[in-house]
T-cell receptor, first 113, second 114 residues
């Protein structure tokens, strides 16, 4: 079945550090890929997405590139801020699956001032 | 423009009881899905409703059931609660046929089973 594997957390960085959160996937079809963010006490918010190979999703300084050859969708940000502290989830959905999302287990990011 | 709204925000139930959680989708959306998020885990798909029918179901027992109303709002019912049902229950909505895959989530209902 479909699955998403995320880099184990938690991750602690200093403000302005470079962030990478690894994500790899297994899918029976041709998936769309997503990063969601969950701030403390809140629901999930879509951060960015990519729907085909070599697409780059970007938002709020975060980027991720859909790499079909390595089945990966790593999240990066050049300079993190304290306000980026949250849990980040990688997810996929496959056409024909009613667009249900399959999530990874999440990566807790803490950014220290 | 109201987003996805869920109620109640928090609730505590006793093992063996039944619970009903409610969701109003984002304005203009007609498809509602429910997810269970256990502490420290990613959300797990429970089921999806469209046109008042269950369209797809994840790997959850029949104790989990749902309903969608003509105004597209939805309920999640869980019978014979177990301690392991304690989790954050998330509702998500989308517009059927939206090829952009834009799915919006509510803030969730925290269920504690004691």
């Amino acid at each position: 079945g479909d699955s998403v594997t995320q880099m184990e957390g938690p991750v602690t960085l200093s403000e302005e550090a470079f962030l990478t959160i690894n994500c790899t996937y297994t899918a029976t079809g041709y998936p769309s890929l997503f990063w969601y963010v969950q701030y403390p006490g809140e629901g999930l918010q879509l951060l960015l997405k990519a729907t085909k190979a070599d697409d780059k999703g970007s938002n709020k300084g975060f980027e991720a590139t859909y790499r079909k050859e390595t089945t990966s969708f790593h999240l990066e940000k050049g300079s993190v801020q304290v306000s980026d502290s949250a849990v980040y989830f990688c997810a996929l959905s496959v056409r024909g699956s009613a667009r249900q999302l399959t999530f990874g287990s999440g990566t807790q990011l803490t950014v220290l001032p | 423009d109201a987003g996805v709204t869920q109620s109640p925000t928090h609730l505590i139930k006793t093992r063996g009881q039944q619970v009903t959680l409610r969701c109003s989708p984002k304005s203009g959306h007609d498809t509602v899905s429910w997810y269970q998020q256990a502490l420290g885990q990613g959300p797990q798909f429970i089921f999806q409703y469209y046109e008042e029918e269950e369209r797809q179901r994840g790997n959850f027992p029949d104790r989990f059931s749902g309903h969608q109303f003509p105004n597209y709002s939805s309920e999640l019912n869980v019978n014979a609660l177990l301690l392991g049902d304690s989790a954050l229950y998330l509702c998500a909505s989308k517009l059927q046929g939206d090829s952009g895959n834009t799915i919006y989530f509510g803030e969730g209902s925290w269920l504690t089973v004691v």
